[in-house]
């Protein structure tokens, strides 16, 4: 390659394609890590071509086309379409009508929130990334607590900027209730939260008020806050009732998250929030960082914004019930079946949309991990399941109850264990 010297700038900079130029990424986009992308990637699954494809591995409602958006919901945002009136910037925490509505809508069971206590974000992962940055100090070498199994983006949002996770186990025989006394050996004078995710993914656990009440016992006497993932509020099986941890009379501050992926059916719209519930006056700086978090990205979507006052008021009961009611099912047909399959364990969830099934690898000595199993499962029978490695609980799968053909998939995975179980 022909190298001048710099006479002519405008020639050094056309003069031949150079062999290698590599632009080396920021030390936080290397710390940025997708637990379930790296696993999944290096899994070079294969599906077996003579069997369709059943994916029981992805956690969006929306991807088999059964469940859909209640008509209300998607009118709503037509509406607002229509008005040509929220396609502006809007305050980064939001409208104040968007902030009020989600403050009416989750004002139940004695609780009181005002617009105020309400930002907008986009998605619940932003409502989360905003919670751990504001209460946790990377650079303090501070930690913030989290469930095992949990939903892996804690651990990214924590690591991405330095703050470490700190891992309090469940007990899967207790519906996976938390183990009050390991939670507690894992604050240490480092803890700056402590991350609550209920109901749960991947459990599908929806704890009782009393055990949220210890949980909160537990925060109190340590003074921690608390981040509160409820992105599954209300959505529990039909026997099931669900309580807010913001709900409880507990003098402990507590940053609620929520928004309309998962119980309205579409993630894709990216609304979430954060609720400040703060009891004890706790959060005064706190409610301060959160919204100059959010002056980063200038807020959420505003069309969105717009139609969310219609959408929280007209979204019928029925289309919750009719949700919960089909997750329920498939929650039963897949906790039977499973039951038949040699050398699996299921354990029935009470809601949101996944169940773990255990895999007692000693009987498939042929599989060095889940990892490994999950894979020849796709390879034969075209099933696929997240491996509890994704979710820091190895020798588990995670199934997602949202799709049509659950008996279907159960069948294959029947077949599966059956062919390769040792006694
Ligand atoms: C889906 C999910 C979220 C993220 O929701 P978005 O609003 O789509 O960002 C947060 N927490 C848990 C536990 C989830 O399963």
């Known amino acids: 390659m022909h190298k001048s010297k710099i006479e002519d700038e405008s020639e050094v900079i056309t003069d031949g394609k150079p062999e290698v ?3 080396e990424p920021s030390r936080a986009a290397r710390n940025c890590r997708n637990l379930i992308r790296e696993i999944v990637d290096n899994l070079n699954l294969e599906p077996n071509p003579e069997k369709p494809v059943i994916a029981l591995s992805i956690g969006d409602p929306t991807v088999y086309g059964n469940l859909k958006a209640a008509e209300e919901t998607v009118q709503a945002v037509r509406d607002a379409l229509e008005r040509a009136i929220h396609n502006g910037y809007a305050n980064s925490s939001g ?14 069971d004695g609780v009181q929130f005002q617009q105020e206590d309400v930002i907008l974000c986009s998605g619940c992962s932003s409502s989360l990334e905003h919670c751990i940055a504001a209460l946790a100090d990377g650079s303090k070498g501070q930690n913030i607590l989290v469930p095992r199994p949990s939903f892996p983006l804690y651990w990214t949002l924590a690591e991405h900027i330095g703050v470490q996770t700190r891992y309090y186990n469940l007990i899967p025989e207790n519906n996976w209730e938390v183990d009050l006394g390991h939670l507690e050996s894992q604050i240490d004078h480092n803890t700056a939260a402590i991350l609550i995710n209920n109901p749960s993914n991947p459990c599908g656990s929806n704890y009782t008020e009393n ?3 210890s ?3 537990i925060a109190y006497r340590h003074r921690l806050p608390v981040i509160a993932d409820e992105i599954y ?8 009732k669900f309580v807010s941890m913001a709900s409880l009379d507990a003098y402990v501050p507590i940053l609620i998250c929520g928004g309309l992926a998962k119980r309205f059916l579409v ?3 990216r609304l979430g929030w954060i609720a400040v519930h703060d009891p004890v006056g706790a959060f005064e700086k706190i409610r301060k960082a959160l919204n100059a978090l959010n002056q980063r990205t200038i807020g959420s979507n505003t069309l969105v914004q717009g139609a969310l006052p219609a959408i929280l008021k007209n979204t019928p009961q029925s289309a919750f019930d009719d949700l919960s009611e089909f997750l329920c099912s498939n929650a039963i047909v897949a906790f039977k079946k499973l039951q038949e399959a040699r050398g699996l364990t299921p354990f029935m969830p009470q809601g949101a949309m996944y169940m773990l099934v255990e895999i007692h690898m000693d009987r498939f000595p042929m599989f060095n991990s889940g990892l490994e199993f999950t894979r020849k499962m796709m390879e034969e029978e075209s099933v696929f399941c997240l491996p509890g490695e994704c979710f820091t609980i190895p020798g588990f799968m995670r199934i997602v109850l949202t799709v049509p053909m659950m008996e279907e998939a159960c069948l294959r995975i029947i077949e599966f264990c059956n062919r390769y179980y040792t006694k």
């Open 267 to 269: 993630p894709g719209w």
């Open 211 to 213: 055990h949220l009440r």
């Open 21 to 23: 130029w590599e632009v």
């Open 215 to 217: 949980l909160l016992e």
């Open 233 to 240: 509020e209300n959505l529990v099986f039909p026997d099931q």
């Open 95 to 108: 409208t104040s009508e968007a902030r009020q509505a989600v403050a009416e809508y989750l004002s139940r």
